[in-house]
């Protein structure tokens, strides 16, 4: 269908400019009319449902804020609050650890190690959900090899926590933040340093007055990034603590798989939609601050 | 000054490397020494001849088929209208293909499980009914298809874009062009042999999404290689990790023979 159009209107056309802009139209359709549909669609079912109260009685449904005061309410709250603490503190953290060694392998001479931990760290970030859980189950679990031959559970150790799931998180967000800062560090010119050396600027005072202010946008961006997958991550949680850690994407499950009360079927599309409302704002800020660091770095 | 840097770099990297290979050293330790019985590689045996396993894997890599086949016949297109003849359209085309990246998976799946809903309670005397039944068919799931394609969308627009600023489309189209080539022709084998690393590139990401989504599969109900695994789980502690370890190593050698093309058209193309 596309193509034949597109030749029709080529015999005809005889201005070059409408030659090219014809094709160009019709190529960027079915992409669009794709997404409508697939993800449209169950956006804004999601939204719909959020908002709409089926009456028990009558069987009527109605539009009202119900649903969404109920998923700020009570374990619902609790979910959410822990979600948000959980992705926090792994996202200082990751940062935190991700940093020095983005600036270990920058600094470092050899290319070798460079190619090695970026590829190293493209290949972790991507790595999630059921088999790393597992991975630590066998590693940190109460029957794991280390928790075993270190005797970890007299002393308290516990995989199935909070601790132990930041644990987890960071095995894919260390790596995601070495991958997102070394194109920073890499901007960081000798000649800025040689300079601020020049004037008589300490090391530290070169990295308070320079290189931080140049880092600032990627480091929060990359903050924002880690924060933003680590609240979105469903499949590794649920492999691992199942439900011992109050988490948002656990409530979401299990109330898309039935587990809730009559009447508060949608507090699962409720929750989503608060999860989608963090997400955004999470994009909101990781944007601009993506677009100021490439300023930075292509100048 | 360097000598400074090098005192702290191997500690740093060296911390590094023992957080990252433990938990894979443990793992493969985990499942060739069971307690009570030695050294085994009894789990790593069973594995291909335990229930499930063969179908999961072929559901799983056939949705990793077709999924790529869909997303690349949707982006190709248009991106390359984006550097051609829509330029106007990129910024719709940007926020199209971040969108996923704002919604969770969990809560898409969230929207998708309620839309499916529709099929029993309001359509079920309309030919769409049909269509609802047939893509929640449990031998291939086209409704995990549709939704793998809207999540790989973020990842497949940032490979094909990187590969298209590395060659300059226009010349080559225009070339082609004036060389009598009609517009298929003229794309068929003028810029796509041209983007042969980003297309790989764009593939292999999605192959490592599919074969390790569980989210939405689970909670729709079907039963490719990444639920499997969570399923045994329960039951068979040292076939489950022995699984795991399998499937890291296969992505991770999917992933590394990426970035080795990806390195191998760098320098391609610098040289």
């Given at each position: 269908m596309t193509a034949t159009l597109t030749r029709a209107d080529v015999v005809s056309a005889a201005s070059p400019k409408r030659r090219r802009r014809a094709p160009g139209w019709l190529a960027v359709v079915p992409l669009l009319a794709f997404t409508a549909v697939a993800f449209g669609v169950p956006a804004l079912a999601m939204l719909n449902g959020a908002f709409t109260v089926k009456d028990q009685v009558s069987g009527a449904t109605s539009y009202s804020t119900a649903n969404l005061t109920r998923s700020l309410d009570g374990a619902y709250l609790t979910a959410l609050v822990g979600s948000v603490k959980l992705s926090a503190?792994?996202?200082?953290?990751?940062?935190?650890?991700?940093?020095?060694?983005?600036?270990?392998v920058v600094t470092s001479r050899s290319r070798a190690l460079r190619e090695a931990v970026l590829t190293a760290s493209g290949v972790l970030a991507n790595f999630g959900g059921v088999p790393l859980a597992f991975a630590f189950v066998a590693t940190l679990?109460?029957?794991?090899?280390?928790?075993?031959?270190?005797?970890?559970?007299?002393?308290?150790?516990?995989?199935?926590?909070?601790?132990?799931?930041?644990?987890?998180?960071?095995?894919?967000?260390?790596?995601?933040?070495?991958?997102?800062?070394?194109?920073?560090?890499?901007?960081?010119?000798?000649?800025?340093?040689e300079a601020a050396r020049n004037n008589g600027a300490t090391g530290a005072q070169y990295w308070r007055h320079v290189a931080l202010p140049v880092l600032a946008p990627s480091l929060l961006g990359g903050l924002v990034l880690l924060f933003g997958s680590a609240f979105a991550a469903y499949a590794t949680a649920?492999?691992?603590?199942?439900?011992?850690?109050?988490?948002?994407?656990l409530q979401i499950a299990d109330a898309i798989s039935g587990n809730v009360l009559v009447g508060q079927e949608n507090v699962a599309l409720a929750l989503s939609l608060d999860m989608v409302l963090v997400a955004g704002v999470v994009m909101a800020v990781y944007l601009p601050l993506q677009r100021r660091s490439a300023r930075w770095l292509d100048a | 000054m360097a000598r400074r840097v090098n005192a702290w770099r191997w500690p740093v990297l060296g911390f590094a490397a023992l957080y990252f290979l433990v938990p894979l050293a443990a793992s493969v330790v985990f499942t060739v020494d069971v307690p009570g019985r030695g050294v085994t590689f009894d789990a790593y045996r069973r594995i291909v001849s335990t229930e499930g396993f063969t179908t999961s894997l072929l559901l799983s890599l056939e949705l990793a088929l077709v999924t790529i086949a869909l997303v690349l016949l949707l982006m190709v297109p248009a991106v390359v209208a984006l550097r051609l003849g829509a330029p106007r359209l990129r910024p719709v085309v940007e926020v199209v293909c971040s969108l996923p990246l704002v919604v969770p998976p969990i809560a898409f799946v969230a929207g998708i499980s309620t839309v499916l809903k529709w099929g029993p309670e309001h359509l079920s005397r309309t030919p769409l009914f049909q269509t609802f039944v047939a893509v929640q068919n449990p031998d291939?799931?086209?409704?995990?298809?549709?939704?793998?394609?809207?999540?790989?969308?973020?990842?497949?627009?940032?490979?094909?874009?990187?590969?298209?600023?590395?060659?300059?489309?226009?010349?080559?189209?225009?070339?082609?062009?004036?060389?009598?080539?009609?517009?298929?022709?003229?794309?068929?084998?003028?810029?796509?042999?041209?983007?042969?690393?980003?297309?790989?590139?764009a593939s292999f990401l999605t192959l490592a999404l599919v074969l390790g989504e569980f989210t939405v599969a689970q909670l729709l109900g079907f039963t490719p290689f990444a639920v499997w695994i969570y399923s045994i789980g329960g039951s068979q502690a040292q076939l489950s990790v022995a699984v795991s370890v399998l499937s890291l190593l296969v992505t991770w050698a999917l992933l590394l023979t990426l970035a080795g093309f990806g390195g191998r058209t760098k320098t391609a193309s610098r040289g």
């Open positions: 503190v792994c996202a200082v953290l990751g940062a935190l650890l991700g940093l020095p060694i983005a600036q270990a679990g109460n029957a794991g090899v280390l928790t075993r031959h270190l005797g970890l559970g007299e002393k308290g150790w516990n995989l199935y926590s909070f601790g132990g799931l930041v644990l987890v998180y960071l095995y894919f967000l260390i790596p995601l933040m070495v991958l997102t800062i070394t194109p920073a560090l890499e901007g960081l010119r000798t000649q800025w340093r649920a492999a691992m603590v199942g439900s011992s850690v109050p988490l948002v994407t | 291939f799931p086209f409704v995990l298809v549709l939704a793998y394609v809207v999540m790989a969308l973020p990842f497949v627009y940032r490979a094909l874009d990187a590969g298209l600023r590395a060659i300059d489309v226009r010349t080559l189209v225009e070339a082609a062009r004036s060389c009598g080539a009609a517009w298929p022709q003229a794309l068929l084998r003028a810029v796509l042999p041209n983007l042969r690393g980003a297309l790989l590139n």
